[in-house]
DNA sequence: CGGTCGACTTGAACACGTTCAAAAGATCGT
DNA sequence: ACGATCTTTTGAACGTGTTCAAGTCGACCG
């Protein structure tokens, strides 16, 4: 790494309502051309002076518009996200059940992200860096984030689950949590075609249904409660 | 990056057995001034030559010992697991109660990870890439990592808690993942003295602990056993 | 038209991790 | 003592991500 980091946001000035539009174009282009290369020879052996060459621009001009080559996985997670959220509504259309739903939108984040998997674990170990905008859990994923957790929340709304009030409120939150546990496994996984992946949620879903379903025992009652309480908590400072 | 990455293991002679004994002393001399110098400047900023500069020898040295510079960071978890284990058995001596005990091994880790919360984070993110052997997942790691099982294995073994066999054997793994979290956890944590994270365990334990003495109940029997029984199956290939 | 200002563009230069051919020691059989 | 063979050591050189002083271009003002 011959990265001095630490050189995150200093910009950001009162400009960032409006996009300049002209340059877009360029910016765009330098955007394409990398995943192309990304996704022809993986994220390490594509070189900025390669993107800058192919886009038909010069280094500093890439970095004019991104700041670190990592910036430019953005474009993927991006489109990985899209991708994900329109076809995992689409396939949502009309199912009741509460971990048939679950277990589609899994499935079908699976099915997106499979072409990238060669290549992608390279993408998400950055995403592991706390400081790196494109953790999952840092300020600048928030929309992201957001977007991913309300899907969740249509899986558990618009399903005939019953779970009191609490639950309902953070277990969207949870569900994300653990789809970030299934991405884990999928990045470490090499069985093929992921086999392995797709057998934990296979199994792991109907776990997850059952656990929420009995969440409304007596006896399990004071755990459901704790444990959004403790979620809230946690939450509450920073 | 200027890595071409991609190099693991290809040495390994049958000389595996035995270290020459000659050379241990500058092996240990580089490894000990790395370790210096990343915790007085940050991984990232300690640069090779520095620390075979303060090592008094040359760079291509450094690299006849060590084959990257991710892989001087190996001395750092074996120090730091070391640590963990005998502190933690210290702590553990007498205490009957799986809760206190699971508690006492999570925060006797925070306790003995404290001082190098700071730097430290930039060494878990090298451990997040699947191809790394710093991976906690990985073959080179499975020392390690039965070690750190076989502590939850005597958390649960002195312990006066009650559980099927089933879930006995299998459940020193799956504290194991949850440390794991926590520690994934802690690594994001920006609070004060980590704050949020003793919070987590403080409050995570005993919910744990509550969840594995209900797994006998008549009704989460079932989930018991499938959580068990995915675990093996998942455990199977590969 | 001249001039100024800001957005954009350039490519050489820098610091870094890593490699490698060559040299220097060390060990051992004869 | 001498060569042979292995281990250890060296530092220049390579490819990389990133920076920056300098340039180009266009729009707008007088």
């Known amino acids: 790494m011959a990265t001095p980091r630490r050189s995150r946001r200093a910009e950001r000035g009162p400009d960032t309502v409006h996009r300049v539009a002209k340059s877009e174009e360029t910016r765009s282009l330098i955007v394409a051309t ?7 020879k993986g994220y390490d052996r ?9 886009a038909g621009v010069s280094v500093g001009n890439a970095y004019y518009y991104f700041s670190a080559k990592e ?3 953005q474009g993927f997670y991006d489109e990985l996200s899209h991708q994900h959220l329109t076809a995992s509504r689409q396939a949502l259309e009309g199912e009741p059940d509460f971990g048939t739903r679950l277990k589609t939108v899994l499935l ?4 997106v992200a499979r072409p990238y998997h060669r290549f992608g674990t390279q993408f998400f170990v950055n995403a592991a860096d706390p400081e790196s905008p494109l953790s999952p859990f840092s300020v600048d994923s928030t929309a992201a984030r957001e977007a991913s957790i309300g899907l969740m929340r ?3 709304e618009s399903s005939d689950v019953k779970l009191d009030q609490e639950l309902r409120e ?3 939150g949870l569900l994300w ?3 970030m546990g299934i991405v884990l496994f999928w990045v470490h996984d090499r069985s093929p075609h992921t086999k392995r992946t797709r057998m934990l949620v296979e199994r792991s879903v109907p776990l997850i249904a059952r656990l929420v379903g009995l969440s409304r025992l007596r006896v ?4 459901s409660r704790e444990i959004t309480s403790l979620i809230r908590d946690l939450a509450k400072q920073d």
């Open 34 to 40: 990398a995943m192309r290369l990304f996704s022809e």
């Open 170 to 172: 953070e277990l969207p």
């Open 177 to 179: 949590l653990y789809q």
């Open 71 to 73: 910036q430019l996985i």
């Open 220 to 223: 399990l009652r004071p755990v």
């Open 46 to 54: 594509t070189t900025m002076r390669a993107i800058a060459g192919e």
């Open 154 to 156: 249509e899986v558990i």
């Open 108 to 111: 079908t984040w699976l099915d």
